[in-house]
């Protein structure tokens, strides 16, 4: 049963980074790299939210943690509710299922020597399913991203970047996860591909209900995939808003710079 | 790939995706049919270690002598000492009166077994290293990759030294004195290759779906990360040969007598002036062993290789 | 009235088992002191062109046609002659801004390395010209002359490029998708950049990209490519604002534009893959427009208004 309001993502006064080795004697101590600072980010059921910053913004390390993979600073990650780090792996594994990851360049997301098909079921390996299940929920997947179920039979190395993308799309969706979260989901694909896929993702996601998380640095793309945008410069949020109002009224200077770049250049 | 959209895939598309799926396909049985059908140099190889694996297998049955190719020394000997090349014996005969073609014949056995299991043996151990360390990461990483510079850096013949005082002289002296040292390279070479690997977004999405480490481990990292490392292998027979064959030539390694083309090198090393035959003709093998080896294994690794730099990509 | 690039008929095409046509006949006229963009998608042959006229096609690399530099020919039918034209009146600037740079040298000594092999200048006179140069791009040259590639930024590692590629000389210079590895503020300089150097030095410049709108606003003279022809070719602002060929239509409709709401609308198809056998006009399998005179052969190239249109509606 879902609750108009509940709240699939949350972000909670996240400060997080990397560790470095400093030179020297230092090395012995590993010392914080933070990169995000003091954070605070909510993603509600059903919500289009993209994060927009430009490369070293902190954009990708935000969507790390999200994922489960990066344990933060300071703060806590809530998914579904539950605050991951403090869960053993596993458990936090069994939860950060729930969010299905896009990845950013299809070229390097997909094993070229594992068939389509296995890569479709390795989500739905650790699942109680039945083959026949796991069969349907593939087909059905394939479906709503158009593809034929050919596809399965052929290597990545054989599909054009468009339909890896969607391959990757349909990867994500195949466990029903609540909410979807997404790489720069078109900055490596041709422009009349880019349509094709950002169309794709709407229908999508309303078909399924989902939640949707985007990281990009195209302003114009991010118009077209979410209802709410977070603008993240340098690690810190400086705007967030309603994304039609952001992006025409911006009131932070950095929005605003990003915005009159955008203009000048087209 | 135009050809694959909803229902309609058509039947000419799909014969052309098969031809293009064998040439994209980065698999090792892949890139060898790949090297057969494009370099010479492959074919050249491919003969002479096919005649030479024949000549091993049917050894029983070419040796005119086959007694003496095992290293018993023949009733007749005394009259039949360091006799030169001649019909009767093509190689001529050695220290003892043994004919050396039988000999060198039988050797190939020896050469054969101690290059397959050396070059196995220490592929298995160096792959299994080099991604447990690349995907495991922090202290196991550390430990793997100081394990492996330290055994790079000791010279096999310093270990069959060792081992001869320990373990005696055989086979399993130079067969585990090689081994110890050769498993390092693969273990490296896996490492590097395994390191990119495990960076990549599908070992992520994998992990996100809860696939075990293991499964991971044979599902995308070794079967990527091989390839390149089993290439290496190959060409490595030859240069294991060569490495094996001194070991036994110094006597660290299989006993005098033995059918083993080091060793025979060894006998009529003090004859070398008078009776050449002694020592050249398994040299000789040793060599064009070694080279049929190696041609294999660099056409192959011209296929790996250039793969990158000559497949240009049009489309990416 | 010179001519700085001139293709006729140009065809490249790689040699494996058999020969993959990448450029299937491309003719074009680019002035000096023009801004020229060759814009496609994936596989339309933009980057070969582009190779071709830096003339750094590889050895297993097949031509046919014209291509002329500066009036002299440089590919004609198989043959390709570059002396005295590649790396002296044309230069490159590749798309990732960091890999035409040494990463052992320093920019200084980068610029020794070039100045001295095209002119063969002492140490005082090269520090002399790449100090110029690089305030030509609008570097500091203090900030940058003594560092290494990997410890300047991206957007100055572009300029210390291009300034590079100015120091040969060069009259020409190609320039491979240069905005795409830029954030926006960072294409926006860049951009502005090269319009002052044409204005500045009379520079002409090959744009190669798959961002048209950039296109849109740096160049005056658009190419439309796909799958190794050009389909339309014309003066930039109406090219976009009036498109004739079904293609560009579909590029301009898939393009999303901050500020303006409309439905993207997807075309269905990919970009042809080079190598693939087409009978008719190329774009047939997409296009939303084709009626039957389309099946039997691509189009020839016809003029209509100002622009060069390969399209059998225009017949």
Redesign the interface.
């Known amino acids: 049963m879902r609750l108009a309001d509940l709240i699939i993502v949350k972000l909670e006064n996240i400060t997080l980074g990397y560790y470095t080795t400093p030179r020297g004697w230092r090395s012995l101590f590993k010392v914080k790299q933070p990169v995000v600072f003091n954070v605070n980010l909510n993603v509600v059921d059903g919500e289009k939210v993209v994060i927009i910053g430009?490369?070293g913004s902190g954009k990708t390390t935000l969507l790390k943690t999200i994922l489960g993979i990066l344990p933060p600073f300071e703060g806590r990650v809530y998914v579904l509710g539950k605050s991951i780090y403090d869960l053993p792996a596993k458990e936090r594994r069994k939860i950060t299922r729930q969010i299905g990851y896009v990845p950013q360049d299809p070229y390097k997301s997909l094993n070229p020597r594992v068939k389509i098909e296995t890569v479709m079921k390795e989500p739905l390996e650790k699942s109680n399913l039945t083959d026949r299940e796991i069969k349907e929920r593939i087909n059905e997947a394939l479906r709503l991203v158009q593809l034929h179920e050919k596809i399965l039979d052929y290597y990545p190395m054989q599909l054009?970047?468009?339909?890896m993308q969607r391959v990757l799309i349909a990867r994500a969706i195949v466990h029903e996860p609540e909410i979807l979260a997404l790489d720069e989901p078109t900055s490596a694909l041709?422009?009349?591909?880019?349509?094709?896929v950002?169309?794709l993702l709407n229908q999508i996601r309303r078909k399924l209900e989902l939640a949707m998380l985007t990281v990009t640095?195209?302003?114009?793309?991010a118009?077209?995939l979410g209802d709410r945008v977070v603008i993240i410069h340098k690690g810190r949020i400086v705007e967030e808003g309603e994304t039609?109002i952001v992006?025409?009224q911006p009131s932070h200077e950095y929005t605003r710079?990003?915005?009159s770049?955008?203009?000048?250049?087209? | 790939?135009?050809n694959i959209?909803n229902n309609k895939p058509s039947i000419s598309g799909a014969v052309k995706n098969v031809q293009k799926a064998f040439q994209t396909k980065t698999g090792f049985v892949a890139i060898t049919v790949r090297a057969w059908k494009r370099s010479s140099r492959f074919k050249i190889g491919f003969v002479i270690s096919s005649l030479i694996i024949m000549v091993g297998v049917l050894a029983p049955l070419l040796a005119p002598y086959p007694r003496d190719g095992l290293g018993y020394v023949p009733e007749d000997a005394l009259q039949k000492i360091r006799l030169s090349p001649s019909r009767d014996h093509i190689f001529g005969t050695d220290t003892r009166g043994r004919d050396i073609f039988s000999r060198v014949v039988f050797g190939v056995r020896s050469a054969l077994i101690q290059i397959f299991l050396v070059v196995s043996s220490s592929l298995l151990i160096g792959l299994f290293m080099g991604v447990i360390a690349a995907y495991y990461k922090g202290f196991i990483e550390t430990l793997i990759n100081y394990l492996i510079e330290l055994f790079m850096s000791i010279p096999a013949i310093v270990i069959a030294l060792a081992l001869r005082l320990i373990l005696g002289s055989g086979l399993l002296t130079v067969v585990l004195a090689l081994i110890i040292t050769w498993w390092s390279w693969y273990g490296r070479v896996t490492y590097i290759y395994s390191r990119s690997i495990v960076e990549m977004d599908y070992v992520l999405l994998a992990k996100l779906s809860g696939v075990s480490g293991l499964k991971i481990i044979y599902r995308h990292v070794i079967r990527n990360a091989s390839p390149p490392v089993l290439v290496q292998a190959v060409t490595d027979l030859g240069s294991v040969l060569l490495e094996a064959s001194a070991i036994n030539f110094l006597g660290l390694g299989l006993p005098p007598d033995s059918p083993e083309w080091g060793v025979i090198m060894q006998e009529g090393i003090q004859y070398l002036s008078i009776s050449p035959w002694i020592s050249v003709f398994p040299g000789i093998f040793i060599l064009v062993t070694a080279l049929g080896f190696s041609l294999i294994g660099d056409s192959l690794r011209e296929e790996v290789d250039p793969k990158l730099r000559?497949r240009?990509r049009?489309?990416? | 009235m010179v001519l700085a690039v001139e293709a006729e008929n140009l065809k490249i095409g790689?040699e494996d088992e058999e020969v993959?046509w990448?450029v299937k006949g491309v003719s074009f006229k680019v002035m000096v002191g023009e801004i020229f963009c060759l814009v496609g998608?994936?596989?339309c042959g933009k980057s070969?062109t582009g190779n071709a006229i830096v003339g750094i096609l590889?050895p297993?690399s097949v031509t046919d046609g014209v291509l002329r530099i500066l009036g002299k020919t440089v590919i004609e039918g198989n043959k390709r002659d570059y002396t005295g034209v590649r790396g002296r009146i044309v230069s490159y600037v590749p798309q990732n801004p960091g890999s035409s740079l040494n990463p052992y040298l320093t920019v200084e000594e980068q610029f020794h390395y070039v100045m001295n092999s095209v002119y063969e200048w002492g140490r005082k006179k090269v520090v002399e010209e790449a100090t110029r140069y690089l305030r030509m791009v609008e570097l500091d040259p203090d900030k940058v002359m003594d560092y290494y590639p990997h410890e300047l930024s991206?957007g100055m590692q572009q300029r210390t490029a291009i300034a590079l590629a100015l120091s040969t000389g060069a009259k020409i210079i190609v320039a491979d998708e240069p905005t795409s590895a830029l954030?926006?503020?960072l294409?926006?300089g860049l951009?502005r950049l090269l319009t002052r150097l044409r204005d500045t030095v009379n520079l002409t410049l090959i744009f190669i990209t798959?961002d048209?709108?950039?296109a849109?606003?740096i160049c005056d003279k658009i190419a439309i490519m796909y799958s190794g022809r050009i389909l339309e070719l014309g003066p930039s602002g109406k090219i976009l604002t009036e498109p004739l060929h079904p293609y560009t239509e579909?590029?301009v409709?898939?393009?999303?534009?901050?500020?303006i709401?409309k439905p993207?609308?997807?075309?269905?198809?990919?970009?042809?893959?080079?190598g693939?056998e087409v009978k008719g006009c190329l774009f047939l399998?997409?296009c939303p427009k084709k009626f039957d005179k389309c099946a039997e052969n691509h189009p020839a190239p016809k003029e209509v208004h100002e622009r060069i249109v390969e399209c059998w509606r225009y017949v």
């Open positions: 430009e490369s054009s970047g468009g339909m041709d422009v009349s591909i880019q349509a094709q950002i169309n640095h195209d302003l114009a793309v118009q077209y039609a992006l025409s710079l990003l915005i770049s955008y203009r000048a250049s087209i | 790939m135009a959209r000559r240009w049009l489309w990416f | 790689y993959v990448a998608e994936s596989g070969t590889p297993y991206g954030d926006a503020h294409r926006l951009i798959h048209l709108l950039s849109g606003k579909m590029l409709d898939s393009v999303p534009i901050l500020g709401m993207l609308k997807t075309y269905g198809g990919e970009p042809l893959t080079p693939v399998d997409r």
